[in-house]
């Protein structure tokens, strides 16, 4: 009977024996975060995210008016973007681009336009060869004026803008970020962009001014030799002076019947 009364559950009142209790648990207790003093990594987030923000944020231009905007879609634009990429390959466009118009446009108006029948295949050719080069010019000079203005609205402290239309300009003063940033974008990436426009330019208008010399010299040269080749042949044409023998040769009839004293007698 003893034996069964010990074998009984024990009271709830009786704390358990060592071997029946739970193992013990570690409570977490959350660490205190002081709000003035931020974590390291929120403080780097709010740092990365402030650098991201654009300077133009408080900026009243429109965005496809700002200066940056104008750069970027100047720059991919066709054929503005030419000047700005390889220099081969911008010679390259450049020389195609001549090529094909004087080869599509100048020679078929030179060889069967208004440039008269008496034009030797070389003075054609020369033709077409300026017509070329005077559209590369036009097109490297429209290039010069398109990169000269976004460097000038990237260059200058203020914008010009124009908030609705032409009737409501406005003018807004780079803040010291914004002007920093332009000024560095237009000193090292337009300005030489500048500098390749100018020299092309120079070279473009040397060179038409040589194919020009040419022509001129190649006509006056056929002139010259037409003049020549014609007294030769029978005196028909000399200038500043009448000749009898070509007159009775252009007119037989008006000499018929009469003799040269007759002639000069009725006169």
Known sequence: MAFLLSLKPPSPSSP???HLRPPPTTTLIPPTINPSKPHHHQTRFTL???NRTPPETDCPVPPEQQPINEYQSLSTSSPFSWASGDF?????????????????????VSWYGSVGVGWEPVQRVLGAVCSGIF??????????????????RLLSATVEYEETGWYDGQIWVKTAEVLARDRLLGSFTVKPVLNRLKNTL????????????????????????????????GGRSVAGSYNDESARSFEPEAFCGGSESDLSLND
């Open 48 to 50: 990365s995210f402030s």
């Open 135 to 152: 559209a590369v010019t036009l097109a490297v000079v429209r290039m010069y004026l398109g990169w000269a203005y976004v460097g000038n």
């Open 88 to 108: 081969v390959e911008y010679c390259s466009r450049l020389v195609a681009t001549g090529a094909g118009f004087a080869l599509f446009v100048g020679l078929p």
């Open 202 to 233: 120079v070279g473009l208008a040397l060179s038409l001014l040589l194919f020009i010399a040419l022509l001129v010299n190649t006509e006056s040269t056929q002139k010259e030799t037409y003049i020549t080749s014609g007294s030769e042949t």
């Open 16 to 18: 358990p024996p060592p």
